[in-house]
């Protein structure tokens, strides 16, 4: 059965996304260049993030003992809501979207090379045979990163060098099996912990120096860049001289490295939902396993330009690809002992993943709203058992917080988002947020 019907899918690119019904392409006509497609892909793949934010609002405001996976028809929700979620939500949504224009897609595993033993924690969108027959790309929209193309896997070693956003980033090939999503970082970044599969990178992915020199106050995207003298057999030995415009003096040098974000494996491809429950059903319910249960968030890129709210900071793109944060209230720092020794003291239960409650009238609306029962930021999280002193030592004002949700993701129920911030004091940050977000 169709996740989602041709119908369902043009209403939402053209009443949502506010994409005109007329300037999507007859996917399923040969005549469709291969440069019409990926031009209106990345039409398509700018408005949903420009649009759906990624965000931990929704998981974090249920108690951590009633967390679980999402069903389809609450993923369908809220993306047609404007409200977003995990990666689990917003890359299924892109898939049933895909697949309602009638384009040949799947999904497929993903690890996040995070410090917790927790495999298969993201889920990416495949294309297949989009610009020939036999082609793939992939699609990721939820990465917590501004990904807006459909990124070709047809590559020997590695592909180009994208740049989006604040990211430099590329795609790099262990084996036909497993291929490797590559940020490029300072040296001087903290690597994050190793996954449980920590396979070293393939030469082609090793260090890549660059020396930077000229005026700091440059653009740094104004640049010309030589290529310096290399053996084009020695993948190990690659280096770049990228040099400002400008006077050569207060040189700056920087270098940089690729620190790998996933692994993948393109050669699974499936085009229903059930094959991923088992995971998901892991990563939904036990808190330790994903950062995004104990921290609060919500990002999207209006007019590809990134806006975040995480834990207790602002932090907005003002300048291409300069990140400016404002902390807005005192950190949550606190991890409440009972919520830790209780959780290392046996494994958490999976919870069922039973359907929510709700109210069959589907005339209402041709795209299927399912209701919900949003929980009270009053409600006493009985897991923490805070004293009334504990409480006032944990809880910082949140009002400035709860405004600044209002501001930037109206679309965020308020009563939703004050009880993701009361969870959030019995946990504290436990996983450590990606270093743009810290």
């Not at 041709?6 to 469709?32: A, C, D, T």
């Not at 990926?38 to 649009?51: K, N, P």
């Not at 490295?257 to 699974?268: D, G």
Request: hydrophobic share 35%; with cysteine.
């Amino acid at each position: 059965m169709e996740l989602l019907t041709k119908e369902e899918g043009l209403q939402y690119l053209q009443n949502v996304l506010r994409i005109p019904i007329s300037e999507v392409p007859n996917f399923s006509e040969k005549s469709v260049s291969a440069e019409t497609k990926l031009s209106f892909l990345e039409t398509l793949l700018r408005a949903f993030l420009a649009h759906v934010p990624f965000q931990s609002i929704y998981l974090m405001s249920h108690d951590i003992n009633n967390r679980r996976r999402p069903t389809w028809d609450e993923i369908k929700r809220d993306i047609l809501s404007g409200r977003g979620g995990l990666c689990y939500s917003v890359n299924a949504f892109m898939y049933a979207l895909l697949a309602s224009l009638e384009l040949n897609a799947g999904m497929t595993f993903c690890t996040f090379n995070t410090g917790a033993n927790c495999p298969d924690n993201h889920l990416l969108v495949l294309l297949h045979d989009l610009v020939a027959p036999g082609s793939l790309h992939l699609v990721d929209v939820g990465l917590g990163y501004f990904v807006p193309h459909a990124l070709s896997l047809d590559f020997t070693n590695e592909s180009q060098e994208y740049t989006d956003s604040f990211m430099t980033y590329k795609l790099c090939k262990e084996s036909e099996s497993v291929i490797y999503f590559m940020k490029k970082v300072p040296v001087d970044t903290p690597p994050p912990a190793s996954s449980d599969r920590d396979v070293e990178p393939p030469k082609v992915l090793q260090e890549i120096l660059h020396t930077s020199e000229g005026n700091k106050q440059n653009d740094a995207r104004s640049q010309t860049i030589q290529t310096a003298d290399t053996d084009p057999t020695n993948n190990e030995n690659q280096t770049q001289k990228v040099v400002l415009n400008g006077a050569h003096n207060n040189k700056i040098i920087q270098h940089f490295t690729w620190l790998k974000l996933y692994f993948f494996n393109p050669l699974i491809s499936h085009k229903k939902l059930e094959p991923f429950f088992p995971c998901f059903d892991y990563c939904f319910t036990d808190f330790t396993k994903l950062s995004t249960h104990t921290s609060p968030r919500a990002m999207f890129w209006p007019n590809g330009k990134f806006v975040c709210l995480v834990n207790s900071r602002l932090i907005q793109e003002k300048e291409e690809g300069k990140l400016t944060k404002t902390n807005i209230i005192e950190t949550v720092v606190k991890v409440n002992p009972l919520v830790s020794r209780q959780n290392n003291s046996h494994p958490t239960k999976v919870a069922e993943n039973k359907a929510p409650r709700t109210h069959s009238d589907d005339s209402k609306n041709t795209l299927n709203e399912t209701p919900e029962e949003i929980p009270s930021a009053d409600t006493k999280n009985e897991h923490g058992n805070h004293s009334e002193d504990q409480n006032k030592h944990n809880i910082p004002e949140f009002e400035p917080l709860v405004q600044a949700y209002e501001k930037y993701f109206p679309t965020l129920p308020t009563q939703m988002v004050r009880a993701a911030l009361r969870n959030w004091t019995v946990t504290g940050t436990i996983c450590p947020v990606p270093q743009h977000l810290a």
